[in-house]
């Protein structure tokens, strides 16, 4: 079965600094590749999705992930965080032909003003 | 445009009591999968449903829960004689067709039950 991993579990930065969160999955066939975001209290709303094509995905928010087949990474990036971005943050991973997607432990992100 | 509504919000029940989360999905999605969180952990897949069929139910648990989907009204996760491990946030989500060629899921806001 796949498995996705988060290992980045609790970020704290102040704001301006650059972020970026580290997803890798285990599946070696095709997959599409999910960043959710969940701010306090409320539901996970979708950041960006990579299903084929560039590499480099952008998405809401001044978000971004690249897709690196070789490393089976999905990596979220944001060059200049916000107190506003304190959310979960949710990497998750269809396996091609599944309708379901797993989903990363989730990373736990605080913003200093 | 109303997205997936989840109801109740807030749920606490008696040890041994039934729980009843509903779903509605977003209009013109037929395709609903429920989630749970637990504290420090990330969301779990417990069943997929489509109108009137349970399409994967690998992540629900063997015993107490239950889910449907009837062709009307809401789809409701079930959950008998609660324990205080089931307290629990659980999400619904829902997609136009199967899964990823749909462009994504749209969570509802999720219903917190609490087991005292």
């Known amino acids: 079965a796949q498995s996705v991993s988060q290992h980045n579990h609790h970020v704290i930065l102040s704001e301006a600094a650059s972020l970026e969160l580290g997803c890798n999955y285990s599946y070696g066939g095709t997959v599409n590749l999910f960043w959710y975001v969940q701010y306090p209290g409320q539901h996970l709303q979708l950041l960006l999705k990579y299903f084929s094509g560039d590499p480099l995905v952008k998405g809401i928010k001044g978000f971004e992930a690249e897709f690196i087949k070789s490393k089976f990474s999905f990596n979220l990036r944001k060059p200049s965080v916000q107190w506003s971005d304190t959310a979960e943050y949710f990497c998750a991973v269809n396996v091609g032909g599944s309708y379901i997607p797993t989903f990363g432990r989730g990373t736990s992100l605080i913003v200093h003003p | 445009n109303a997205g997936v509504m989840q109801n109740p919000r807030h749920l606490v029940r008696r040890r041994g009591q039934e729980a009843r989360l509903r779903c509605s999905p977003m209009?013109?999605?037929?395709?609903v999968y429920w989630y749970r969180q637990l504290p420090e952990e990330g969301l779990k897949f417990m069943v997929y449903l489509q109108k009137e069929n349970i399409i994967d139910e690998s992540g629900m648990p063997k015993e107490r829960f239950s889910a449907e989907f009837p062709k009307e009204g809401p789809s409701i996760l079930r959950i008998q004689q609660v324990v205080r491990g089931d307290s629990a946030a659980y999400f619904c989500?829902?997609?136009?067709?199967?899964?990823?060629?749909?462009?994504?899921?749209?969570f509802g806001s999720g219903t917190r039950l609490t087991v005292v």
């Open positions: 989500a829902s997609s136009p067709g199967e899964g990823s060629a749909s462009g994504g899921y749209t």
């Open positions: 209009k013109g999605h037929s395709h």
